[in-house]
């Protein structure tokens, strides 16, 4: 809707209100030729900094802390903008340098900052504002955790020291001042751990790596090349890798898990690497492999399976509680790597009713379980394989497939009578859109 501003009385204003506070509506005659009747957010999604004594124009050396591995690599990440308040409008930025891949990972963002004027579109306080906007779905980016301004990067250099006992992390607040004092430098800090470090080689390491090198020698032919490639060039982030070629078309598929140690992965149960990372492994492969062969890298297919149990708890156990317990458990067992740094991912893995029973009748809590069924869902959530009984299994329908825990399973309590076959089978024993489904009218 337009709008049609009418000549407005001595040393009144007509404002856009905003939800922290206010901008002047722009008259005919500006770059807004035509003024709508509601402030336009354009934006799928924004960031607010302000900067605090802020000296304005200078330089401005931004650290963006991200929880890497929230973003959606299925989505394409969006672009972002940056930009400063100016008085009643927003300027664009000049970024020097993008240390994050577009908020993919954590990194320093450079900027080159105006002059500005007070506005009063946000909270004022001598606060600075900066605006950075994303054009695409928020979740194809990572979440921020923290901002940190006059950031600059350091480089660790272990002289002196056994480079075999340092492959851990150097730890937050390890480095506490400059080795050569600076009057213009207050203080140092170090707020998060080292990254991306790699510890000396052992000789065994050392072995197998010029081993490795001198069968594969930098070229990606067999799959067993792409996979060794990968591990070695992105191992720090990079847990798995599979590599499947195609039947005489020339594509190459290569399958990654990420590394979970550090991460705060967005589905631990499904964890997926960013989009940024999956495009440079491949740009890596690509320059190593025959000029006939097309790379793509993606990430596995998780597939969720639910189970449904039947048990007997042990005499004293309050039954809700066991329930829950026992769904929780289930998902501990069937997807050990969200919990345990450790615990193997398996491309094409088999799940088996028996070893399920076996881990529930191992618990401490549990008198003995009588019934299974095994569900495979889509993607969606919904059931599209069904495996009954001790001697059911499920295998994953793809070699690029894992098999994951579903976040809920369904627990039936045996009674104190027993175990009645009867009353695990039939129309009263199904659930809708569980083990009974609900079919849509034939077109």
Known sequence: MELLPQALPPGSELLYVHPFGVSRVPSRGTAAQSPSLMPAYTAAGELYIGLAEADLPQRLSLLVQLAEGTSNPDLEPGSLRWQILDGEQWTDLTVRSDGTAGFLHSGIVVLDLPAAAPSRWLPGGGLQWLRVSIDRDPTSVCDCVDLHAQALMATRHDE????????????????????????????????????????GESTGELDRRVSEGLRHRGRA????????????????????????????????????IPDLRGALPADALAPKAPANLLEAIRRFLQARAPEAATVKVQNAVFLPVRIRLGVRFREGQEERFSRQRLAGDLVRFLSPWAYDEGAEIRIGNTLYATSIVDFADRLDYVDYVAQIKLFLLDRNGNPTQEQDGLAASIQAPGPDTVLVSSRQHQIDLISEIGYDAQSFSGIGYMQIEFDFIVAPPPT
């Open 221 to 256: 032919l067999a799959a067993w090349d792409y996979e060794r490639l990968v591990l070695e060039e992105f191992g720090s982030r990079i847990h798995k890798v599979k590599a499947i070629a195609g039947p005489g078309d020339g594509l190459v598929k290569v399958i990654v």
């Open 160 to 199: 002196g020291i056994d480079p075999h006992q340092e492959s851990a992390p150097l730890p937050p607040a390890s480095i506490k001042a400059l080795m050569t004092p600076d009057a213009r430098i207050a203080a140092i800090e170090q707020p998060y751990s080292s990254f991306e470090g790699r510890p």
